[in-house]
């Protein structure tokens, strides 16, 4: 598929990238208000809908804002807030079960998922491997124990790697909140990961949660520390559409 030309742009698309160019040569800088939609259309001779099309491309790419009856102003950069990917599989990477039963979940877990003390856990884990057969990951997930469901076995299809919420809910009836720390090898995880006891993890905590608030699934990553990198972009919605 050929790629339009600027010169073969919708003329909204055009204005936007006028605008767009000014914000970001800093000819117009956050703060600043735009000239009034009369004045744009008087500047480029479009008509007030090409305009207000041209304005909502921007607003939609977060680089103005609008004030009723006052105006359009240009947005500050979210330089301190990053889009983070993180995919539940990496390239190049094998995955093997390695265990799951039920257990009682500790303080810990009542809080990540909350439930009352006594309910019981469905946990399973799962070990990640190179593509030198290295074990470079232990992912283990927590999924409370539906009693409708009357075995872990049936439970697990609602909680497989790596998407444990996929079958269970709509895709868009939930969220993820996620939390990236330190973490040291103990020995259980030396074994596993066959690292050195004692050795500096990358540890990333997901939590699974409905709209409506239900706690659905609770996850631990440990990385081994040559493996674990995580890189993210801030104001990522300008930049990866024109970079």
Partial sequence: MKQKTKASLPAYLKIAAILREQIFSGSIIP?????????LCEQYKVSRDTI???LAQL??????YSRPKVGYFV?????????????????????????????????????????EPGHKVIEMSQVIYSDSGSPIAWDI?????NRAYPSVETEMQYAVFPGPVALKVAPYDYYTEIDISAAIADQQISEI?????????LLIQRTYIKRDGQRLS??????????????????????????
């Fill in 193 to 201: 990961l066959e690292c050195r006891e004692g050795d500096p993890l």
């Fill in 59 to 64: 607003e939609n790419e977060n680089l103005i």
């Fill in 31 to 39: 703060g600043d208000i735009l000239p009034s939609e009369n004045l």
């Fill in 75 to 115: 947005s500050s950069p979210k330089h301190s807030e990053y889009l983070l990917e993180f995919p539940e599989d990496s390239e190049g990477t094998t995955s093997k079960f390695r265990d799951v039963h039920a257990i009682i979940p500790d303080e810990r877990l009542c809080m990540a998922l909350q439930i």
């Fill in 52 to 54: 207000r099309k041209g």
């Fill in 141 to 145: 997930k927590f999924v409370p124990f």
């Fill in 218 to 243: 609770f996850g631990q990553r440990y990385l081994r520390q040559d493996f674990g990198r995580l890189t993210g972009i801030s104001d990522f919605k300008s930049y990866k559409n024109f970079r």
